[in-house]
């Protein structure tokens, strides 16, 4: 009988072990791999692969993890933890996100935890190392929480601060998760990482009218009693109010205010007599915009015949490239497919370079597309990314428009991603991890929902254009402008036949002076571009040739008039400015060269009735400011615009008639393989801001090299050309697109560890990949923050098995090298694709 019961046990332990579950969950760190955890018997039936687990590392990390699958495999090697709690009822990811995270980790060599470090919202993200911030516009009253709410809430009010393990220890508990939760959606508190956040979330007061006074008897009675009240100006602030709420339906503090021309006061003095309402209520950017598309515009003949033929080619491809010249009009073929597709049903995603410097976009696709529209980038905080998140996710929003982050978004049901601008490089991620290219991205991401992609550009990347030569890909081409105005002329302006008083680089040409007088004369305006930013690249001593540099990176120090700082383009440091010379103790400094800054005060000086202004990175601040130039300029209130490359991107103006690039010198000598397409790019894209409309537009390009061969490309606008160049140039020395490229730093606060790190690698590469590597080698810019650099190159031939293999080698090597106590410090960083 006894023997009977143990055989018994033995089949139920075994059984149970068969039956136990085990899940592999990523968690938002750079591990070597996804670690797995046991699933406990009362979890077993509702986690899903995409939940959100509670998991503990170590002794006793807690992380939010995504379990990324779910098996019956015990590990061999040790003993599993268990799951302590699953965190939400529905998974916050989707398969198909899963599937992009990990071909982002294979691809960029990185981890899955560094993707979703990436993709999370930070509030979806919380681990033990999290600080947790009182939220002060919540207010003291916690009459709405339970017990176990209530004295976390109590400690933060007290403390305003507290760490995820200080809240363990006040609930004297480990599963804090769902109250921190709970008390994260009632608005109690915040995650720390919120307070970094530029974008405030928007909070508006709206006014609503007392539930007794929907009566209409009632509220005829209180206005006709309103004289013994003694209080005109409420009246007038009621009436105001009932007339709104007719017009525009829910009615803000602010709108009512203007309105009536009153005061917060008197609006207080209304809801102390329970007569109206107020109600703080969090919004979107876009809130209150009806669900409708209005399609005002008719595609002209060209137009409509492109949008057919990128239509025709995604009955047979994947990808489209839609080649249009500058102001041909392509943002408005790609309002009419997106267009059919919301009508189908299916999601968009509309991909900008940087969301900050399409602000005319943003509002035509508002105009057209109302709440069927989000716009979505990183500089909104957690919590408004989690409502985006959650809108997305249901399907509720059809159309997102965003930057490359918009890549990590759970669309349910995504049918088309549109890359605008493909060919910019600010699509690629630097730093940190994943070093990720979202066009690239963008494709495999909607290779996965059956979806197209649309990849727009009047300069597309040789990359792009090489794919459609080899039928990878399919072209459109839209090659006059809309209203068939002319595409600018180019003026060619030698400054070496230019003499200045200082013997400096030329600012303003005489023929440039001529010009723009010409054009202000016409009541038109003018934009200039510089592509460096300050007031003086560099400062030089006349008498000994010393050059001020910055003390944390090997580059000089930029003058800035305005602050009166020296400062350094990489790391951000400021100096004040130099007056004696560190070398020779001479006072006589030159400044060297130009940027934006004394630009701006050229034009001030040679043309003091015109209204100037100034557009890059030091002018713009706030997060409107762009927005708030952009719209000066559209409505004529600036005659010259001077700035960086923010006044080539997505800008569409009625009236420039005149461009002038006063420094192509500094575009075309860069040591960079891709230095002439992106040069033929950035010339291109700025001439394109001249004569959009009736008049053909005039650019004048200042440079001292006339004859260099990009510049015949630029001045007959001819793309064709410039690729027959570039493809026979990129041919010869293997470099993209044929060859993969993967750049190697490494990095140290010793130069000779670096050094040291940097050759180990390359001996062990040499062994194999020799006649691919390049390097090691100093970049030209060897110290950035006080870390020194060394960097190798591979040009891997385009093999899906060589590429996979090297990628093997090298993540095996850095691990050996920093196995290494001496090289444990030694970052060392694999960007693959690297622009």
């Known amino acids: 009988m006894e023997t009977n019961n143990v055989v018994q046990s033995i089949f139920q332990n075994v059984s149970a072990a068969a039956s136990r579950l085990y899940a592999e969950v990523i968690i938002p760190l750079a591990l070597p791999k996804n670690y797995t955890w046991a699933i406990p018997e009362d979890l077993q039936t509702n986690i899903k692969p995409g939940s959100r687990v509670e998991v503990v590392l170590g002794k006793n990390k807690r992380y939010a993890g995504i379990v990324k699958h779910i098996h019956s495999n015990k590990p061999e090697a040790f003993e599993p933890k268990e799951i302590l709690n699953l965190l939400d009822e529905e998974p916050q990811v989707y398969p198909e996100q899963l599937l992009l995270w990990q071909w982002m980790a294979d691809y960029y060599m990185c981890s899955e935890g560094e993707v979703m470090q990436a993709a999370l919202p930070s509030h979806l ?147 102390d007599k329970n007569i109206l309402l107020l109600e703080k209520r969090s919004t979107d950017r876009i809130a209150g915009l009806p669900k409708d598309v209005k399609i005002d515009f008719q595609l002209s003949e060209a137009q409509t015949l492109a949008g057919d033929d990128v239509l025709q080619v995604f009955s047979e491809k994947v990808v489209c490239l839609l080649q249009g010249v500058t102001a041909s009009g392509k943002t408005q073929v790609y309002i009419k497919i997106i267009e059919q597709y919301i009508k189908s049903g299916k999601q968009v995603l509309y991909m900008l370079p940087e969301i900050a410097l399409t602000a005319q976009i943003i509002r035509r696709l508002q105009k057209y597309f109302g709440g069927y529209i989000t716009i979505y980038h990183s500089k909104f905080n957690p919590n408004e990314r989690v409502e985006i998140w959650n809108k997305i996710k249901t399907g509720e929003t059809k159309v997102v428009l965003g930057a490359r982050s918009s890549l990590f978004l759970p669309f349910k049901d995504l049918g088309l991603v549109i890359v605008d601008e493909e060919h910019d490089a600010s699509f690629k991620q630097q730093d940190p991890a994943p070093r990720y290219h979202a066009r690239d991205a963008a494709i495999y991401y909607a290779s996965l929902f059956n979806a197209k992609v649309l990849l727009g550009s009047a300069t597309p990347s040789i990359e792009s254009y090489h794919n459609t030569q080899l039928g990878k890909y399919g072209l459109v081409k839209l090659t006059e402008r809309y209203g068939n105005v002319k595409m600018p002329l180019i003026e060619l302006v030698d400054v070496k036949t230019i003499i200045t008083q ?47 540099q910055c003390e944390n990176c090997d580059v000089t120090l930029t003058y800035h008039k305005a602050k009166n700082k020296l400062q350094c383009h990489y790391c951000g440091a400021s100096y004040p400015v130099v007056l004696t010379c560190a070398a020779c103790g001479s006072h006589n400094f030159i400044k060297k060269s130009f940027g934006t800054e004394k630009m701006e005060e050229a034009l001030v000086e040679a043309f003091p009735n015109a209204r100037v202004a100034r557009m ?125 490229i993967i750049q190697i730093t490494c990095r140290h606060k010793e130069k000779h560890i670096a050094e040291e790190a940097a050759n180990i690698l390359g001996q062990f590469l040499s062994k194999q990949y020799s006649s691919y590597l390049s390097g090691p080698a100093e970049p030209i810019v060897n110290r950035v923050r006080n870390q020194y650099l060394m960097e190798l190159l591979l040009k891997l031939p385009k093999d899906a098995q060589v590429l996979k293999q090297c990628k093997t080698d090298i993540l095996q090597q850095i691990a050996i090298i920093q196995s290494n106590k001496r090289y444990r410090s030694v970052s060392i960083i694999a960007d693959v694709d690297a622009v």
């Open 616 to 740: 890059d990175y030091d002018s713009i601040k706030g997060k409107n400011d762009h927005d708030a130039l952009i719209k000066l300029f559209e409505q004529q209130k600036i005659d010259v615009l001077a700035g960086t490359q923010m006044v080539v991107k997505g800008l569409d103006f009625e009236h420039v008639n005149l461009v002038g690039i006063v420094d192509a010198d500094g575009i075309l000598n860069f040591t960079d393989f891709r230095v002439n397409e992106r040069a033929y790019q950035l010339m291109e894209q700025v001439s394109g801001r001249a004569g959009r409309r009736e008049e053909q537009g005039r650019v004048i390009v200042q440079v001292t090299n006339t004859n260099h061969p990009v510049l015949k490309f630029v001045q007959q606008h001819n793309y064709e050309y410039l690729y027959k160049f570039e493809i026979e140039n990129r041919k010869n020395f293997f470099y993209p697109p044929f060859s993969r």
């Open 502 to 548: 200082n013997k400096g680089k030329v600012i303003l040409s005489p023929q440039l002076i001529e010009a723009i007088t010409q054009t202000l004369e016409q009541k038109k305006q003018v934009i200039l571009f510089q592509n460096r930013r300050g007031y003086s690249p560099y400062e030089i001593c006349g008498t000994c040739g010393w050059i001020p």
């Open 125 to 271: 993200k919380l681990s033990s190392e999290t600080n947790l911030t009182y939220n002060e516009e919540y207010g003291e009253d916690f009459s709405g929480l339970n017990d176990e709410e209530f004295l976390v809430a109590e400690a933060l009010l007290i403390k305003k601060e507290l760490k995820l393990t200080e809240v363990q220890q006040i609930l004297d508990a480990s599963h804090v998760y769902p109250i921190i939760k709970r008390l994260l959606e009632k608005g109690v508190c915040i995650v720390w990482e919120a307070l970094k956040e530029k974008y405030k979330e928007k909070k508006e007061t709206y006014v609503t009218l007392h539930p007794t006074y929907h009566n209409e008897e009632n509220l005829s009675k209180l206005l006709n009693e309103w004289s013994k009240n003694k209080a005109p100006k409420q009246l007038e602030l009621l009436l105001a109010y009932l007339h709104l709420m007719k017009t525009v339906g829910e009615v803000t503090q602010s709108e009512l205010l203007k309105k009536a021309n009153a005061t917060s006061a008197q609006l207080k003095g209304l809801a």
